[in-house]
């Protein structure tokens, strides 16, 4: 199983953005697989962003980024997004996807996932 984010880049304070995460070698045959976004800033631990059900699209999302951040998913190419509105200088960090077999109530908890991307920078300044 691969996971492959894009999108990232740099970006003003207000602005957006639209990452993706592909996954390939993936099958998912059980209804607790879940794929979820983290992030990483400089100095910081990882952080559980939002995180989608494969097989019933219920997505929950971290307080820091709930309203200005949608998670969704496109089963069909094994792709899931997180749009990200109103970008404030604190989203700044590496973006990672993870996908595993996860308890929905503990999806935002990086020791829950197997496999992870390699990351895409978001840079958020002016």
């Known amino acids: 199983l691969q996971l492959v984010e894009s999108g990232g880049g740099l970006v003003q304070p207000g602005g957006s953005l639209r990452l993706s995460c592909v996954a390939s070698g993936f099958t998912p045959d059980s209804d607790y697989y879940v794929i979820a976004w983290f992030r990483q800033a400089p100095g910081k631990l990882r952080e559980g962003l939002s995180c989608i059900s494969v097989s019933l699209g219920t997505t929950n999302y971290a307080n820091s980024v709930e309203g200005r951040f949608t998670i969704s998913r496109d089963n069909a190419k094994n792709t899931v997004y997180l749009q990200m509105n109103k970008l404030e200088m604190e989203d700044t960090g590496v973006y990672y996807c993870?996908?595993?077999?996860?308890?929905?109530?503990?999806?935002?908890?990086?020791?829950?996932?197997?496999?992870w991307g390699q990351g895409t920078q978001v840079t958020v300044s002016s």
């Open positions: 993870a996908v595993g077999q996860v308890v929905f109530d503990r999806c935002t908890n990086a020791l829950e996932y197997d496999y």
